[in-house]
């Protein structure tokens, strides 16, 4: 299945008469004619998953051109497209939270397979757990060098995720540690769903935004204290944090 966005003709042609415009050819038949200037038409009254061939002539003062390469595709109704979401939200730094990964789907989808990116690459997936909507299936993930995570689910017993819209998976991440806030965008590539026939459904991958909140900022105080010329005395350093500490070095002057 192709989705056709865009068709571009070029005109290789050199005549010196006037051009007129471009006359548009859906399957043998003129269906539209643009005025010269004119750089886009759209086509949206083909009938879809049947394929339709498009080809152009420039229309002149005294004539047209010869007609050009002729292209065919086959368009799918988007109705029948699926569309696959990542939850936005947010997570603290270091610490660990579930995010929903979210299947719209007009046909039922026998198996799958997606990468998750992640730019930057400051959040990691620990587990993967799965829904009602993929109870049956057998779901793996692997975690790329570059921090991305290619996700497969398919099932041995013949389930399917039936048509709805609806959480699939939910994904256990962690984030990594930030001294600012950092915006985590997240996002879809290489998905394929298949139906129960093997056939591929065109889906469409949508970015989502998770934001690391970095942990509060660590307050060190030297406290007040008073001592004699040549004595001795005792000064209080107090620390006020939020996550636990390992070590430390400082200098006081």
């Known amino acids: 299945i192709e989705i056709i966005e865009t068709v571009t003709f070029e005109n290789t042609e050199l005549r010196t008469e006037r051009i007129e415009g471009y006359a548009i050819y859906r399957d043998g038949e003129e269906i539209a004619f643009v005025e010269f200037g004119e750089t886009e038409y759209d086509d949206a009254e083909m009938s879809y998953g049947e394929e339709h061939c498009w080809h152009m002539t420039a229309v002149y003062e005294d004539g047209v051109s010869n007609i050009t390469e002729i292209i065919c595709g086959t368009v ?10 990542f939850e936005d939200g947010s997570i603290n730094s270091g610490e660990t939270g579930q995010f929903d990964i979210t299947l719209q ?12 990116t992640h730019d930057p690459s400051l959040l990691s997936m620990t587990g993967l757990e799965l ?21 497969v689910g398919f099932s041995l017993t013949g389930a399917v995720i039936e048509i709805g819209d609806g959480p699939i998976l939910i994904a256990d991440y962690e984030a ?5 806030q950092e915006d985590v965008t997240v996002g879809f ?16 991958g949508h970015d989502a935004m998770v934001t690391i909140v970095p942990a509060g900022a660590s307050e060190l105080i030297v406290g007040d ?10 000064f209080p350093i107090s620390l006020t944090n939020e996550i636990e500490i390992a070590g430390f070095q400082f200098n006081l002057s």
């Open 131 to 151: 829904t009602d909507r993929t109870e049956g299936f057998m779901v793996e993930f692997n975690t790329q060098n570059d921090g991305s995570v290619i996700i």
């Open 176 to 180: 990594g540690n930030v001294m600012l």
């Open 105 to 116: 789907n007009m046909i039922e989808v026998a198996g799958f397979q997606f990468t998750i």
């Open 225 to 234: 204290g008073s001592t004699t010329l040549g004595g001795t005395g005792t």
């Open 76 to 85: 799918t109704d988007p109705g029948l497209i699926s569309h696959l979401y």
């Open 189 to 204: 590539s290489d998905v394929y769903l298949g139906d129960a026939m093997g056939g591929i459904i065109p889906t469409f």
